[in-house]
């Protein structure tokens, strides 16, 4: 695959984890085509692999070692490489354990890791965070912008501030870097990320300031933001979610428990009443807006009476879409050493549970918004069907995403005309169209199209249900 022995200069970069490595793995994207590498969109077409690995979770580490041993053993032709989370936190064990594995970067070595996958000397390239790093991961329609790295939260259970060290705001330009790179690239959303991100100030700029430079762009229909801890989630910030009509009427806010004594256990703050009252005051501003949470359970001490305020909690709660997480020990976290711990079957069928009871509320959620009417940002155009290819079956709607879906974790909206549309109509990735809701299937939606591209400028949270 290298003839002479040289390194080749094809990388393949294969992510995992969540949406802040997908920005990474972008971000070293541009830097490796900036000193002359190719990236492959297929492991076939690659003399190199690298893996953007994910260590918060156990069960993230196993697949990132999972996908370690298949591309290893898959192609034993080309050399993998792995960098990110786990690297940082398990390198010495990871290189004794997988000898196959020809290079190993953590999250402060890509000059390193560059000069490597280059086949030269060391790297003068400036290190990551800095503005040379400032490229975002895009999904067709939208992209992943971060904003800041680290955390300044002690929870208990979370390794994350151990592996990646305190808060860091990126700076206005390189946030407005990465969100140039992204419009250029076609995207319409921008997906702001970080472990925070309602915190977000760097210098004299804050959060609204950031909002109002996005927006400005006429290129940009929606701003989304991601993981909002519930302690920082006040007034304010729900006034500019509401005022700002770019911003997507979106919360994404880790409540991971609604029990007091475990949540103080957890070094988080509040409890499930305290949690109701904020998402009441978030509906009276935003009646229209989508909530999203993340929970825990079988956390050490965790009882019956806590498990059923986290239920009842989640009841009156209705969330649009929630995730939950069976409790896993995280070396060197603090709740890896308490008492009480849950039985692993307990935890499964607490973890069922939950499970059962929020995607039954969220799929009833998504059966009360047939008859909405609003903007639709299309990520895929209709497929026909190729006829050289023997192709003969029905055409594949758009597929695209309300304001209410965020990209990849809340299913998605399925596009067909409407009966008085005639002729073909243009829908490529990044459309805004306008939609009526007609049909939930589970978590997914169908949707009428209403008004072609073309039409009046989208308006986030001003879409009115059909009487």
């Not at 592996?163 to 997906?191: F, M, N, T, W």
């Not at 920082?232 to 029990?259: G, M, N, Q, T």
Request: glycine share 12%; with cysteine.
């Amino acid at each position: 695959m290298n003839p002479g022995g040289s390194v080749g200069r094809r990388v393949y970069i294969e992510t995992l984890g969540c949406p802040k490595n997908e920005a990474d793995s972008s971000r070293l994207g541009r830097r490796l085509q900036a000193a002359g590498i190719q990236l492959a969109s297929d492991p076939e077409e690659a003399e190199q692999i690298l893996v953007n690995t994910c260590g918060f979770v156990e069960d993230a580490r196993e697949e990132s070692i999972g996908a370690l041993l298949e591309l290893t053993e898959t192609y034993p032709d080309r050399r993998v490489l792995a960098m990110g989370c786990l690297v940082q936190r398990y390198r010495e064990e990871l290189r004794q354990g997988l000898p196959e594995v020809a290079g190993w970067y953590g999250l402060t070595e890509w000059d390193l890791l560059v000069a490597d996958l280059a086949g030269e000397g060391p790297s003068t390239a400036e290190p990551p965070g800095s503005s040379a790093h400032s490229t975002p991961t895009a999904g067709g329609a939208h992209a992943f912008i971060k904003i800041s790295d680290g955390c300044d939260h002690r929870c208990s259970f979370c390794a994350i501030p151990g592996i990646k060290g305190p808060y860091r705001a990126l700076p206005l330009s390189q946030v407005l870097e990465q969100a140039e790179a992204a419009l250029d690239g076609g995207a319409r959303e921008l997906v702001l990320v970080g472990q925070d991100t309602a915190v977000w100030q760097a210098g004299a700029w804050t959060l609204p300031g950031l909002i109002r430079r996005l927006s400005a762009d006429p290129r940009t229909a929606w701003i989304r933001m991601m993981y909002l801890q519930p302690e920082h989630v006040d007034d304010a910030l729900l006034e500019l979610f509401a005022r700002e009509s770019k911003v997507c009427r979106y919360l994404d806010i880790p409540f991971e428990h609604a029990s007091g004594r475990i949540l103080r256990s957890m070094r988080r703050g509040g409890d499930g009443e305290q949690y109701l009252e904020l998402l009441a005051r978030a509906r009276t501003l935003m009646p229209d807006g989508a909530v999203r949470s993340t929970f825990i359970v079988g956390y050490p001490g965790e009882t019956d009476e806590d498990f059923a305020a986290l239920l009842d909690f989640v009841g009156e709660a209705a969330f649009d879409y929630a995730g939950v997480f069976g409790y896993s020990p995280e070396e060197g976290t603090r709740a890896a050493e308490l008492p009480g711990r849950v039985p692993d079957g307990l935890i499964r069928e607490r973890l069922n549970r939950l499970s059962r009871a929020l995607n039954d509320r969220a799929e009833a959620k998504a059966r009360e918004t047939v008859g909405w009417t609003g903007d639709l940002l299309v990520d895929q155009g209709p497929e026909r069907p190729d006829p050289s290819a023997g192709g003969d079956g029905e055409p594949q709607p758009a597929v695209g995403r309300t304001y209410r879906q965020a990209p990849d974790i809340d299913g998605v909206t399925y596009l067909e005309s409407s009966s008085a549309q005639t002729g073909p109509i243009a829908l490529g990735a990044g459309s805004v169209v306008r939609v009526r809701i007609s049909e939930a299937v589970g978590l997914d939606l169908v949707a009428e199209l209403l008004e072609a591209p073309g039409g009046k400028s989208p308006e986030l949270g001003r879409a009115e249900v059909a009487k």
